[in-house]
DNA sequence: GCGACATTGTTTTTT
DNA sequence: ACAATGTCGC
């Protein structure tokens, strides 16, 4: 057996990982590390040396894309077929089991999956249906709370109220909601991992047989698990199987969406003969980079504990620039990009990194002004489109008419005389007699309960999808969707209405055309689910990449949180400052502090060459100015790392400071001054009006907001 | 049923 | 500030 070119290009650590006999194991692997090529390696590994088939091995991630590029370089690895194993996302493969086994998880065979603002819009539903106000129940807040439950594996009726009449209410949202879902053959996100948990637990034939297929287990980013995603791996390990899990508590930084780093221990605790190894050697950053990475994690108590070194150079000093506000932030760095561009460097290579989408704003202004191509990260998925989703609607509503979701989404989309009292109506019926908004029609239209033209609409809605059913019987899935655009009248919806933007809607329809034309479903999937299904689940489960725009040489920009996974040579992390970064919702809780922390330690190792990190002493935010102090991170970086630009660029603070003015009238006071208050603390001179014993300062205090203080009065120090 | 105004929220994102 | 909803009047 060549065992060579699994283990040769490893190091000594990584090499001991691969390898490793034991059955379960856990990775630590650092940013930078190589640990998607140690999972890869392993599977190799397991394949070629300890000849396992496979057909049990089964390997798990959090993203398609991750999934994708799993597999993609465990085929290319490999010399043998790779046919029989399991790759995917929790969600996928949850999905798969459900597909097999819909009947034991108490499905329907052609359930859907609603994604998010399906979601959203049924809550919203169900909460009015339950006559309840929903300013009271917001709508988003309930499904944080149904999502939050589900995470944790609590259904409606294990949840204990406690006598508390809010959370009372609540749970009844959740469990009208869970029947809506029933009736109408539908399944959240959450509620696929929590409902294969739950078919897997209470069906030992079935878990004895996935137990015994997949002998070998592996785990990706497991410090990013769920309390649902851990018991569910913990299910299938079992007592007998292998289990290899790769995370990096440095690195959890999803917390807010029910990660729990907590988990790393966990596992720990539940599998006592784990071996821990520690990928501390770095294969992406200078030397400079990771100090600072590893002075500013150390800040953060509780932690594994990890320390990444290179044996490369030291490289470029850490470049910090104070910006006076966010125009000249982006101006010095797309100034050093300029820079950069004109070394011949690519654009590609560079990404400007901030903690807030709106932050993207006033860089795509400045590059749009001087004509650099960039790329954003992060936007509105191809399948997210409403345009493509109501498409989608038609095509779930003809494969199940019961599925309110999409009823209710194009009921009357294009409009057709369906308004909204005839719905509410509907929905009244629906509600009182628990059917579904499809039965509750028919049921109204043949006892005559509606007015003549509402029935009229009513019924022609219904023919029009019958006649749309028919029209797809055995009818290719592109002809299907080629039917629905046209038959439901949406092109012609869109073509009413002559903007740019509409123009672009038909476009993207008729590319769903081809995105059907292209669609195959894979193989080991085709036994279990119709080609129509298995499109409509691709829809939901894989919209598709934000913004793909055609390939050019392009700035990348993009959030923190996105920019996991990635690494480029320059790397700028703007707005770092206190109540941005770390975010004022994060400021007061410690442990959201330190997975603010971890993200900047996340942000700090994307970079290959260089680290610029910028703060503005001036920004606005939400309409208001804010003058905010440069972030706790900043000074957590070693001094000597950092090389300081202080040479401003030309845009320079507000005309409104003039000098004179701000001494000699207001006291020696001057507006960007800090200030303490006996009462409110802290905070910095904004403005200020009058003059003598009636001058007064605006302040900006750190906790109290923005106040008119008159100066004789206030007994204001300068700090 | 559609367009004009008001109201509201505004961290991060995947599935 | 601003975008994205929701409400109201025709």
Same mark, same amino acid.
């Given at each position: 057996?060549?065992?060579?070119?699994?283990?040769?290009?490893?190091?000594?650590?990584?090499?001991?990982? %691969?390898?490793?006999? !034991?059955?379960?194991? &856990? %990775?630590?692997?650092?940013?930078?590390?190589?640990?998607?090529?140690?999972?890869?390696?392993?599977?190799?590994? &397991?394949?070629?040396? =300890?000849?396992?088939?496979?057909?049990?091995?089964?390997?798990?991630?959090?993203?398609?894309?991750?999934?994708?590029?799993?597999?993609?370089?465990?085929? $290319?690895?490999?010399?043998?077929?790779?046919? @029989?194993?399991?790759?995917?996302?929790?969600?996928?493969?949850?999905?798969? /089991?459900?597909?097999?086994?819909?009947?034991?998880?108490?499905? %329907?065979?052609?359930?859907?999956?609603?994604?998010?603002?399906?979601?959203?819009?049924?809550?919203?539903?169900?909460?009015?249906? /339950?006559? #309840? *106000?929903?300013?009271?129940?917001?709508?988003?807040?309930?499904? @944080?709370?149904?999502?939050?439950? $589900?995470?944790?594996?609590?259904?409606?009726?294990?949840?204990?109220?406690?006598?508390?009449?809010?959370?009372?209410? #609540?749970?009844?949202?959740?469990?009208? +909601? =869970?029947?809506?879902?029933?009736?109408?053959?539908?399944? !959240?996100f959450a509620e696929m991992l929590l409902r294969s948990l739950e078919l897997l637990r209470d069906n030992k034939d079935l878990l004895a047989h996935y137990q015994q297929r997949f002998r070998h287990i592996l785990v990706d980013e497991f410090q990013d698990t769920n309390a649902i995603q851990y018991a569910w791996v913990r299910l299938l390990v079992g007592k007998d199987n292998n289990i290899?899990?790769?995370? !990096? !508590?440095?690195?959890?930084? +999803? @917390?807010?969406?029910?990660?729990?780093?907590?988990? #790393?221990?966990?596992?720990?605790?539940?599998?006592?003969?784990?071996?821990?190894? $520690?990928? =501390?050697?770095?294969?992406?950053?200078?030397?400079?980079?990771?100090?600072?990475?590893?002075?500013?994690?150390?800040?953060? @108590? *509780?932690?594994?504990? $990890?320390?990444?070194?290179?044996?490369?150079? *030291?490289g470029q000093p850490i470049t910090y620039y104070q910006a006076y506000n966010e125009f000249d932030e982006a101006r010095f760095i797309i100034d050093k990009i300029k820079q950069w561009v004109s070394d011949g460097e690519l654009r590609a290579d560079v990404a400007i990194l901030y903690r807030s989408n709106a932050q993207s704003r006033v860089f795509e202004q400045t590059l749009n002004a001087e004509q650099i191509p960039y790329r954003i990260y992060g936007g509105l998925r191809y399948f997210d489109r409403a345009e493509i989703k109501d498409c989608i609607a038609y095509l779930r509503l003809m494969n199940n008419v019961l599925d309110d979701t999409a009823f209710e989404r194009i009921v009357n989309v294009p409009a057709r005389g369906i308004g909204g009292r005839t719905l509410e109506i509907v929905r009244e019926r629906a509600k009182t007699a628990e059917i579904t908004m499809w039965q509750a029609a028919e049921q109204l239209i043949k006892e005559k309960a509606l007015t003549a033209r509402a029935a009229n609409a009513l019924q022609s809605f219904l023919d029009l999808m019958a006649e749309m059913q028919a029209a797809c019987i055995d009818v290719e899935l592109h002809e299907k969707v080629e039917h629905v655009i046209h038959q439901s009248g949406l092109i012609e919806h869109h073509e009413k209405d002559k903007s740019e933007k509409s123009e672009q809607r038909i476009e993207n329809m008729e590319e769903l055309v081809g995105a059907a034309k292209n669609f195959t479903v894979a193989e080991d999937e085709a036994q279990d689910m119709d080609k129509i299904t298995a499109f409509l689940t691709y829809a939901v489960l894989e919209s598709g990449e934000g913004q793909a725009q055609e390939w050019e040489d392009c700035v990348q920009m993009m959030t923190l949180h996105s920019a996991k996974g990635l690494e480029f040579k320059q790397v700028y992390i703007c707005g770092v400052e206190e109540g941005l970064f770390p975010h004022q919702r994060s400021i007061e809780d410690a442990s959201r502090l330190e997975e603010e922390r971890r993200l900047c330690y996340v942000g700090i190792t994307r970079a290959r060459e260089q680290l610029t990190i910028t703060n503005a002493e001036h920004r606005q935010l939400y309409g208001r100015d804010t003058y905010p102090r440069a972030s706790r991170f900043i000074s957590e970086i070693p001094a000597e790392l950092v090389a300081d630009v202080r040479l401003r660029t030309q845009v320079s603070e507000p005309q409104y400071v003039s000098d004179d003015l701000c001494e000699n009238e207001t006291g020696g006071f001057q507006i960007g001054q800090r200030v303490m208050h006996p009462k409110f603390g802290e905070g910095m001179v904004l403005n200020f009006e009058g003059s003598g014993a009636h001058a007064r300062l605006e302040v900006n205090f750190e906790f109290e907001g923005t106040k008119w203080l008159v100066i004789s009065y206030a007994n204001l120090s300068i700090l």
């Open positions: 057996m060549d065992v060579s070119n699994i283990l040769n290009d490893l190091n000594e650590v990584q090499r001991e990982a %691969v390898s490793a006999p !034991d059955r379960s194991l &856990l %990775v630590l692997a650092g940013a930078g590390s190589g640990k998607t090529r140690v999972l890869v390696h392993r599977i190799s590994w &397991l394949t070629t040396v =300890e000849n396992v088939s496979p057909y049990s091995i089964l390997a798990v991630t959090f993203t398609n894309k991750a999934s994708a590029e799993m597999r993609q370089r465990v085929e $290319k690895m490999q010399s043998q077929s790779m046919a @029989g194993i399991w790759v995917g996302t929790f969600h996928g493969l949850a999905h798969r /089991l459900l597909r097999s086994h819909w009947q034991q998880a108490g499905l %329907v065979q052609s359930f859907q999956i609603l994604d998010s603002d399906d979601q959203l819009r049924l809550v919203k539903r169900v909460i009015l249906a /339950l006559e #309840l *106000d929903d300013t009271q129940w917001q709508p988003k807040q309930v499904r @944080g709370f149904i999502n939050a439950c $589900k995470d944790e594996g609590d259904r409606p009726q294990h949840i204990a109220d406690n006598g508390d009449p809010v959370r009372r209410q #609540l749970v009844r949202i959740y469990s009208a +909601y =869970e029947a809506a879902c029933k009736r109408a053959g539908v399944i !959240d290899f899990v790769v995370g !990096d !508590d440095d690195q959890a930084i +999803y @917390g807010w969406r029910g990660a729990r780093v907590e988990n #790393l221990q966990k596992f720990r605790k539940d599998f006592p003969q784990t071996r821990i190894i $520690k990928l =501390e050697q770095n294969y992406r950053s200078t030397a400079t980079i990771l100090s600072a990475a590893n002075a500013v994690i150390g800040n953060n @108590g *509780d932690r594994l504990g $990890k320390r990444l070194w290179t044996a490369g150079s *030291d």
